[in-house]
């Protein structure tokens, strides 16, 4: 029967920071929630807050959603999940504008989330800069940093998100957060206090080590010097059983001193300075070779040299696009000038704009940085914030040369600059890096090559021309290269390795501007964005307008009756633009009538389609009426809305298999519009689509997806405060929950249904929502309750002459008289609503109501009627692609099969119920499989 679980919304009101009032603070140290003094702000469900913790963990840093998917759905995603993650997002961000106005937000970097938010506002990051700001310091203020960092945590790490996302870094933090707490008390002489903790901590992690040593230490100290050998004794013993290891190195010191009674250890330690290795790192690669030109620009790094005068560290950045030879100067320059360096160089590839790997986090580029400076690999802090301070301590008073090369972002790059003395760091990035020179870096933004440099590159690869003509030739090769370093390189590679090539072979090819691209070799965005300037020049202004238009589709595909609803011309109008398109190579039509397009071209199209929302709404309207076409030949509609008269051109969908293979190819870009529209504040089209989208989940039912979209469409509903929609909406949330057993309660739902249907004064409407209201109550096995409310329901669909809804209701008047135990009084409304779909033509809804007819029929013994309706069930579920009514017929036919003696006949039947039930993932598969166990082994 339908049911409902109430949703958790945001439930907030006026909730925005007050001028003076305590900040809202952002927590992962326990339940991932915000709060402010004692409110607790939480947000949507596990993925929603799942997706929320990922961002907090990286906060200021690009998350991509390609990590994001993997870690939601553990590697195995829907293929909607995409479109899933962007509703996520959509709900966080208005969650945030609530929570937080003015303060946190979620900004987009291509198809990357990146929260930003002052880190001191998120526990995480608070808890390690506290313990970072504890090191060095004297042990009371230690102590009382260490106590208010160990406050943040409020129970188990991420607890409330069903263990989506794996952060053990957590835990360990906590640990080390404790044990340097302990610490600090203990140099405070408050062993008695801590012994109790200490006991604990001991007996619930007792392999770690350092907890050890200080219990025994604790009990040293408090004159308890057998105690202390007993518990160092007791962990030999279980180390050994259970992990077949002997305590580390410190803990038998600390056991040996202890033995030996040493005064010492009723002292508080002093200062460990770190011992480092004498080294002098020489990191650089190999300077390149047929260098040429840039004569000012390695004048600048001269400059920058110089001016490294003791009074802090000089930056310089090096930015430029793509194969301008940035790395290259850098690298050159640097080997030219490291005896000027004598205390070393270090270098290291920050992969910022590497295809084929992630950027290199600072922590492990520090790591890489203290190895080469000497310190032993047991010595390396694994704490980021240690770290840096670990490095900058090394560098101070020394002449160093860091070279920081590909860098993504200026985040990346601080926590690697050295913090004071006479040291340089070059930054080289294919971004200017503003936020540097906001801090005092100094900008060297190189551009293209003389066109004698350029030859001179040229020339070092290919070698020398042979002949005037062929050197005339060379001048307007390197025009065709652009002046660009790469891009001569890869030309004189070409002749190199081709020697029957020409130049003015290669020179022939790369004047043809749509080709030029792909036989230079360049990737990056900034070359293919300029040859797909020059393909729109050449497109008149309809198709220029149609690749525009194009750029507002968010989904992955499109055809022709989506593009002239799009475009607001006649589908034959629409395919011959698309052909054009398509001859220019910037759409590929896939299948007949259907295209799609690289990515690199929908963001170029995504930039020329500006910010008008009209082009979307004329999408979300086609696919709004295309979808209540197709949801028409699925089952009968009872919602009276009909959008379907709009004149709008759409694909002839005459049967249910045609709606069925419609909804299946086209339900990713469904949902993607769906997200779009809801994003841009389309809500009027939103709710009808997700209504009318949802009838297909009813038929092929999926939990993930369907749970998401109804959320959506409720939240529109309510946005344009349409009543209609929200009645609907939480009646097709109470469906979903329901067919996947999600809660036994859902009367919240249910009640505001009724209510808004009360006040709307539709007859029609009420009787769904009454239906609704009652089918919680059977939901909650309030059978009496459940009967007078549908019998209510049933005079209001008689009135307003909805058959479909009162076929629905007889359904489930009998089911309530069966659980009733009467199957002698189901019989009757049973065999109406039978009656009645199949009046109506309603086939899905026939197939549902014969499994029920039939299971009454087994009940009182009319086995023969019971097999005849089960079979017409199945097949019709098997028809329509109804898992959920084929499995349940299944199970009636293998009672009935089981009750006459065919033991083997029940067996087969329960084996195909069950893998229906396993296709929609239905919980009535675990109630199968005990069935399939029950049955007799056979003879």
């Known amino acids: 029967m ?27 140290l326990g339940p991932v929630c915000a709060t402010r003094g004692d409110e607790v702000f939480t947000v949507g469900g596990p993925g929603t807050r799942a997706l929320l913790a990922m961002l907090l963990l990286d906060v200021g840093r690009s998350v991509p959603i390609a990590r994001i998917v993997d870690v939601l759905w553990n590697n195995e995603p829907p293929t909607t999940a995409r479109t899933i993650v962007q509703g996520y997002i959509s709900r966080l961000r208005k969650w945030l504008s609530t929570v937080d106005p003015g303060g ?58 069903d263990q989506r996302v794996r952060a053990p870094e957590l835990a360990e933090l906590r640990f080390t957060v404790i044990e340097a707490r302990i610490d600090a008390d203990l140099d405070l002489g408050r062993h008695d206090e801590v012994m109790g903790e200490l006991a604990a901590l001991v007996d619930t992690y007792p392999f770690r080590e350092h907890f050890v040593a200080q219990f025994m230490l604790a009990l040293y100290r408090g004159g308890r010097r057998a105690a202390a050998l007993e518990v160092y004794q007791r962990f030999a013993r279980r180390a050994a059983a259970e992990q077949g290891l002997e305590p ?123 190895l080469a400076l000497g310190v032993a690999v047991h010595d390396v802090p694994t704490d980021l914030a240690d770290r840096v301070a670990l490095y900058r301590s090394l560098l101070a008073g020394r ?34 890096l503003d936020g540097l020179v906001v801090d005092g870096a100094r900008l060297l933004v190189l551009d293209i090559l003389s066109a004698g440099a350029a030859e001179r590159v040229l020339e070092h690869v290919a070698g020398p021309a042979r002949g005037a003509d062929e050197a005339v030739a060379r001048s307007r090769l390197v025009e065709l290269c652009g002046y660009l370093p790469l891009a001569l390189r890869i030309a004189g590679a070409r002749l190199a390795v081709r020697p029957q090539w020409t130049v003015e072979d290669l020179v022939a090819e790369l004047a043809d501007e749509r080709t030029r691209l792909a036989g230079l070799g360049l990737p990056d965005e900034t070359g293919v964005r300029a040859a797909l300037d020059v393909t729109l020049r050449g497109l008149d202004s309809a198709q220029a307008g149609t690749l525009g238009m194009l750029g507002v589709f968010p989904g992955q595909w499109f055809d022709v009756y989506a593009v002239a609803a799009l475009c607001g011309v006649p589908v034959a109008e629409a395919r011959a633009r698309l052909h054009a398109l398509a001859e220019a190579f910037l759409v590929v039509e896939t299948r007949a009538d259907v295209f799609g397009m690289h990515d690199l071209v929908r963001l170029f199209a ?112 309510r946005a344009v405060g349409d009543g209609r929609g929200e009645v609907l909406l939480l009646l097709s949330r109470m469906v979903m929950a329901s067919r996947f057993g999600l809660a036994p309660e859902h009367f919240a739902d249910a ?69 009733l135990d009467d199957p002698g009084a189901a019989m009757a409304p049973q065999r109406a609503a039978v009656a ?28 023969a009627a019971a097999e005849a309706d089960a079979r017409e069930a199945v097949s019709l579920a098997e028809l329509n692609g109804q898992c959920l009514t084929e499995g349940f017929a299944r199970e009636i036919l293998s009672r009935v099969r089981r009750d006459v003696g065919d033991i083997e006949g029940a067996r087969a039947e329960l084996v195909v119920a069950i893998d229906r039930y396993d296709q929609i993932r239905s919980p009535l598969a675990d109630s199968a499989r005990a069935a399939l166990n029950s049955l007799p082994p056979a003879v």
């Not at 339908?2 to 603070?25: K, M």
């Not at 009872?638 to 759409?650: E, I």
């Not at 009454?856 to 009319?862: V, Y």
């Open 2 to 28: 339908l049911g409902e679980e109430p949703q958790r919304g945001l439930g907030l009101v006026n909730v925005g920071t007050a001028e003076g009032a305590e900040p809202v603070r952002f927590r992962v």
């Open 248 to 370: 580390g190195i410190a803990l038998r010191e600390l056991h040996s001193r202890v033995l030996r009674d040493d005064e010492s250890l009723s002292r508080s330690p002093g200062p460990v300075t770190p011992k480092v290795g004498v080294v002098t790192p020489a990191e650089l690669p190999a300077p390149p070779r047929g260098f040429a030109g840039r004569e000012p620009e390695l004048a600048w790094l001269d400059g920058l040299r110089l001016s490294a005068d003791g009074t802090g560290p000089v930056i310089g950045v090096i930015a430029g696009p793509a194969g301008i030879g940035k790395s290259a100067l850098a690298v050159l320059w640097g080997a030219r000038n490291a005896q000027h360096f004598p205390d070393g160089v270090l270098h290291v590839s920050l992969r910022g704009f590497d295809q084929r790997r992630p950027p290199l986090e600072p922590a492990e580029a520090l790591a890489r940085f203290l």
């Open 836 to 863: 009645v779909y199949r009046e109506v033509g309603d086939l899905g809804s026939v197939g549902l109501a014969l499994a029920n007819l039939a299971e009454l029929e087994h009940l009182i013994g009319d086995y």
């Open 606 to 717: 995504r930039d020329l389609a500006g910010d008008s929302l009209t082009p979307l709404r004329a999408l979300l309207r086609y696919y709004t009426v295309v979808t209540d076409a197709a949801r028409r030949q699925l089952r009968c509609v009872a919602d009276g809305l009909n959008p379907a008269a709009d004149p709008v051109p759409r694909p002839e969908l005459s049967d249910r298999a045609a709606a069925l293979e419609w909804f299946e190819r086209e339900w990713p870009n469904l949902l993607a519009c769906l997200a779009a529209g809801a994003e841009a504040g389309c809500h009027d089209l939103v709710w009808r689509l997700a209504c009318f989208a949802g009838e297909y989940r009813r038929v092929r039912q999926r939990r993930d997806d369907w749970e998401w979209l109804v959320d959506v469409g409720l939240d529109s509903a």
């Open 104 to 161: 946190a937000v979620i900004e987009t970097e291509g198809s990357d989330y990146r929260l930003v938010v002052d880190p001191t506002r998120v526990d995480l990051f608070l808890a390690r800069s506290l313990l970072a700001d504890a090191r060095g310091r004297p042990a009371p203020a230690r102590a009382e940093l260490l106590a208010r960092a160990q406050e943040l945590w409020r129970g188990p790490e991420l607890s409330d998100i």
């Open 399 to 432: 002449r160093v040369l860091v070279v920081l090369d590909d860098a993504r972002d200026a985040e990346q790059v601080r926590p690697l600059l050295p913090g004071g003395g006479t040291s340089l760091a070059l930054v080289t990035s294919r971004r200017r």
């Open 751 to 819: 009640e505001r249904a009724v209510k808004i249907a009360i006040d709307l004064g539709d007859p029609q409407i009420l009787a769904m929502a009454y239906n609704g209201l009652s089918s919680a109550h059977f939901s909650s096995r309030r059978y009496p309750e459940a009967l007078d409310g549908y019998e209510r329901a049933l005079v209001l669909a008689r009135e307003a002459g909805n058959r479909v809804t009162e076929g629905n209701l007889l359904n489930n008047i009998a089911q309530v008289h069966l659980n």
